[in-house]
């Protein structure tokens, strides 16, 4: 069986999760952290979550990830076989990711844990993140998904990036990133909707306080 090694609150973790819920695959989760501990760094080159196990070892990358188990797993297809429209897909992941979540990122600490991030990071983000909406409305399509009629792992970065970017852009800068793009504002919440989407959002919740009673421990 499938091992999902992380914790419900990583965005990252989620996507691969519902990835795997949306399959219907077998799988089993086991709660890891990450962390530079030896232990850590045996399952996780980086010490990062999530990571896959699987029968001949371990699997680290979300994207990574994602591309195996739509390789090797039965269930409904998350990537187009054909090679342009999967490109297509491929990319706005990798779009999604380097200009929307990462700049959201960088301010996470103070929108959502209580702890200031310096100004020029957060004038830096603004603007990155304002770059990183403008790129998603001329690439994706929102027909009714991310890139076209089919839901795909563009969807999932989609979903777990822009949840938290946008409220990165209302708690620190009183934005609504989607303001301009109102079919991308109604897929995210239909996807916020969907039965498996609320499992994980379940599990996530469920696990939030003891998350966030850790990092208060580490301030």
Do not use: W
């Not at 989607?178 to 969907?194: D, F, I, S, V």
């Amino acid at each position: 069986m499938l091992k999902l090694y992380g914790f419900s609150v990583s965005n990252y973790y989620n996507m691969v999760k519902l990835a795997l819920l949306e399959k219907g695959l077998p799988f089993e989760e086991v709660p890891f952290y990450a962390g530079q501990t030896p232990e850590a760094l045996a399952i996780s080159p980086r010490g990062k979550v999530p990571v896959l196990g699987v029968k001949q070892g371990f699997i680290n990358e979300t994207s990574v990830i994602l591309e195996y188990i739509e390789q090797t797993q039965e269930g409904p297809a998350l990537l187009p076989a054909e090679p342009f429209q999967r490109a297509q897909v491929l990319a706005l992941c990798r779009e999604i990711e380097l200009y929307i979540e990462l700049p959201a990122r960088a301010c996470f600490a103070e929108a959502f844990f209580g702890m200031p991030v310096p100004e020029a990071i957060k004038e830096k983000s603004k603007a990155e993140l304002l770059l990183g909406i403008a790129s998603l409305g001329r690439h994706g399509k929102f027909a009714p998904y991310v890139t076209g009629e089919s839901f795909t792992i563009a969807d999932l970065y989609f979903m777990y990036s822009l949840n938290l970017a946008c409220g990165v852009g209302e708690k620190l800068f009183g934005l609504d990133l989607l303001a301009e793009l109102p079919q991308a504002k109604t897929l995210l919440a239909r996807l916020n909707e969907m039965p498996n989407a609320q499992k994980v959002e379940a599990d996530r919740q469920a696990a939030l306080p003891s998350f966030m009673a850790m990092i208060a421990a580490k301030k």
